[in-house]
């Protein structure tokens, strides 16, 4: 799975690079993702709703500082979801980090329109 976002100057860029699967010994689907300005997270999802997944992970920050990660997806329609990340440090609180709309779009049709 991979995350482009175009940014409000207009910037296309991939924001996320991540990979998930079923594993049948833990019985749960598991998530390894990276982006690219070094953050690292491994972990595992979990459907909350229909609607809803909640994905958890061990991580590392661009420092290098070992965090946990919480990322809340909601899906608002065929096709637009909202997902919500929350990051702990070590001996501290959840914090929200931010908060992003999602459009799923074609592949095909995205590098359509960047032409």
Request: a positive charge; one cysteine or more; hydrophobic letters at 30%.
């Amino acid at each position: 799975m991979t995350i482009t976002g175009v940014y409000e100057n207009g910037e296309v860029r991939k924001y996320w690079e991540g990979f998930k699967h079923w594993d049948p010994r833990e019985k749960k689907t598991l998530y390894s993702g990276f982006s690219g300005d070094g953050r690292v997270a491994k972990g595992h999802l979990k459907k909350i709703s229909d609607t809803v997944v909640n994905t958890l992970c061990s991580g590392i920050d661009p420092n290098g500082n070992p965090v946990q990660i919480r990322d809340i997806a909601t899906k608002q329609d065929a096709s637009h979801y909202l997902s919500e990340t929350y990051l702990k440090r070590e001996g501290k609180d959840w914090i929200k980090i931010n908060a992003d709309n999602w459009v799923k779009v074609e592949k095909q049709l995205f590098n359509e329109q960047l032409k």
